[in-house]
């Protein structure tokens, strides 16, 4: 059974960083492209970045370019989103997510982070 | 970006049927992706290639893509379809934009 659990979100102050982490199990994580998905409060779903099977390539969304990482651990089936200087608009809860020609169809339960002071 | 638009809210009857839309600039040129989001809940693939349904999505559920709309659509709708209704492109390597999400109410 594939199971995504994504981990590390909490409260952080603007300007500060945090490292979301997506723990990956039932699937062999090296043959699949990775993506992060985000969903603010009451808001609708964007699409954060993609990372391709071996790490040599990574796509974010405008809005996060500069300030975010996606990046990857294949040997330890995990998934990585390093996110600096956050922002009061980055709050939202974070999906770990598998791409599979497109479409997204195993997502993980999320884990919020509050940027606020 | 590809920007996809999406009416707020739909509402439905019970057993009438519910139609969603996404509009996009020759969206029929492009695959279309569905997803239900409850509250609390991660979303879940209803629709993926404009009209495929993945294994244990109701036959109710249905899609269709032409010109610059695609279209989801419920027939008899029930109770426990209500929730949010998003739709997804995968435009490029960069972009994979989803729309703003239709809440579904059944009345």
């Known amino acids: 059974e594939v199971q995504l659990v994504e981990s590390g979100g909490g409260l952080v102050q603007p300007g500060g960083s945090l490292r979301l982490s997506c723990a990956a199990s039932?699937?062999?994580?090296?043959?699949?492209?990775m993506s992060w998905v985000r969903q603010a409060p009451g808001k609708g779903l964007e699409w954060v970045a993609n990372i391709k099977q071996d790490g040599s390539e990574k796509y974010y969304v405008d809005s996060v370019k500069g300030r975010f990482t996606i990046s990857r651990d294949n040997a330890k089936n995990s998934l990585y989103l390093q996110m600096n200087s956050l922002r009061a608009e980055d709050t939202a809860v974070y999906y770990c997510?598998?791409?599979?020609?497109?479409?997204?169809?195993?997502w993980g339960q999320g884990t919020l982070v509050t940027v606020s002071s | 970006s590809y920007v996809l638009t999406q009416p707020p809210s739909v509402s439905v009857a019970p057993g009438k049927t519910a139609r969603i839309t996404c509009g996009g600039n020759n969206i029929g040129g492009k695959s279309v992706h569905w997803y239900q989001q409850k509250p609390g809940q991660a979303p879940v693939l209803v629709i993926y290639?404009?009209?495929d349904r993945p294994s244990g999505i109701p036959e109710r559920f249905s899609g269709s893509n032409s010109g610059n709309t695609a279209t989801l659509t419920i027939s008899r709708v029930e109770a426990g379809d209500e929730a949010d209704y998003y739709c997804?492109?995968?435009?490029?390597?960069?972009?994979?934009?989803f729309g703003g999400g239709t809440k579904l109410t059944v009345l």
């Open positions: 290639y404009d009209s």
């Open positions: 039932g699937f062999t994580l090296r043959t699949y492209w």
């Open positions: 997510a598998r791409p599979e020609a497109g479409y997204f169809f195993f």
């Open positions: 997804q492109v995968w435009d490029s390597s960069s972009d994979h934009p």
